[in-house]
């Protein structure tokens, strides 16, 4: 029993350490794209990505990369471009990047696991809409992409587009922060429960588990393709099981590459944001089941190519990440005074700025717009209960370290 609550405190304390060695980059990240998204609409996007060419799926990539957002989002928005005439290729390209190729992402995996794996996301990222596009050419799936389309309205089409020339302008602002703000309102449910597990796990599961689970993990030396193609199979498997989106699962994967598991199975489960349960179920609802299930085995197919592939392009330049030499940030002090303290007390008072903002501009419109999370459904319910249940582990397991 005393091991347990001693676990328990540590599991605590290491998801909150987690939070804090992070929190710098997630205000500064969601700061970054809550601008570009004032000063981008979808209207100037959807103009652009009406082909099934590399014009198209490159633009698409662009304003995804700009229009940073958490998973719920990526595919409200998607939809809405795709049905208002956008090629189903460029708004799959739209809906990676604007997952896997934000700005925060790279600053909280730089964080976490290193520039290696910052090269991996962004880089593999490319790869994976390449392979993505590649795989729609060939596939042709001209019949899901007729009965999935729906037309929807113009309702941007009046709409004032900012210019940069609007930045001088305190509406321009508190526009920003109530993009802040949604931003946070998002993704806040993945990253208590994300940061939350990968404490739990940290703490509690022992290293024979993910020896047990990913072939080659444990073993020394360079695994090889049968091992590698595994740990990018499981990756996606166990990503498919956490239910947490892209930022709630990076402390995951630095957990998981602690206890070894090769940079492509890392890769692959930091990709696998999108073929989680609650997205496929979304989607089916979005596009139908035939449609739904299409992308989740494209999306599977490809990220494990793009997750081989970055692997063997940095042993080739000899620039893999050796996790022997990495210093895991569950084994660090996260609460000293040091320059990432610093960073965090000023952007806590940029993000007070913010909410600020965003308060003055619900006051002059007293309306809230929501992003689809599925509907109040089960999964809703479980969210919550699973918030509650992290909320309650978390002050209990502070209780017991403290004491």
């Not at 993000?351 to 717009?369: D, G, I, N, T, Y």
Request: aromatic share 14%.
């Amino acid at each position: 029993m005393d091991n347990f609550i001693s676990l328990w405190g540590e599991s605590a304390y290491t998801s909150l350490g987690f939070f804090w060695m992070a929190l710098w980059a997630f205000v500064l990240g969601y700061l970054i794209s809550s601008l570009i998204q004032v000063l981008i609409t979808k209207r100037r996007m959807r103009k652009a990505m009406g082909g099934n060419d590399l014009k198209s799926v490159s633009l698409g990539t662009f304003f995804g990369f700009i229009s940073s957002s958490c998973s719920f989002a990526a595919l409200s928005t998607t939809r809405a471009l795709f049905n208002k005439g956008a090629a189903f290729s460029a708004s799959m390209a739209f809906m990676l990047a604007s997952t896997n190729l934000v700005i925060e992402l790279g600053f909280v995996i730089s964080i976490f696991l290193g520039w290696q794996f910052v090269v991996g996301e962004y880089v593999g990222g490319l790869l994976l809409i390449l392979f993505v596009w590649l795989f729609i050419t060939l596939t042709n799936p001209q019949n899901l992409i007729k009965s999935a389309r729906k037309e929807e309205d113009e309702d941007d089409e009046h709409h004032h587009e900012s210019t940069l020339s609007d930045l001088l302008s305190v509406d321009t602002w508190q526009k920003v922060g109530q993009k802040y703000v949604m931003e946070w309102q998002m993704v806040w449910q993945d990253v208590l429960i994300g940061f939350t597990v990968a404490g739990v796990i940290s703490a509690f599961v022992p290293s024979a588990f993910f020896e047990w689970l990913f072939i080659g993990v444990g073993t020394q030396g360079e695994p090889g393709f049968w091992s590698l193609l595994q740990q990018a199979v499981v990756g996606p498997i166990a990503a498919f099981f956490t239910f947490i989106g892209s930022m709630g699962n990076i402390p995951l994967a630095a957990v998981l590459f602690g206890e070894g598991v090769a940079f492509a199975g890392v890769m692959a489960f930091i990709f696998s944001d999108l073929i989680v349960l609650p997205v496929l179920k979304i989607n089916a609802r979005y596009y139908g089941w035939k449609m739904a299930l299409y992308i989740a085995l494209m999306l599977f197919i490809c990220l494990v190519a793009a997750s081989l592939a970055m692997h063997y392009g940095l042993l080739a330049f000899d620039a893999l990440p050796d996790a022997s030499q990495w210093s895991s940030p569950a084994m660090q002090e996260h609460f000293k005074l040091n320059y990432g303290f610093v960073l965090n007390v000023i952007f806590l008072l940029l993000s007070a700025v913010m909410v600020v903002l965003w308060r003055k501009k619900q006051k002059e419109h007293e309306h809230h717009h929501h992003h689809d999370h599925g509907g109040s459904s089960v999964g809703d319910k479980v969210m919550n209960a699973l918030c509650v249940v992290s909320v309650l582990w978390l002050a209990g397991g502070m209780i017991t370290y403290i004491i």
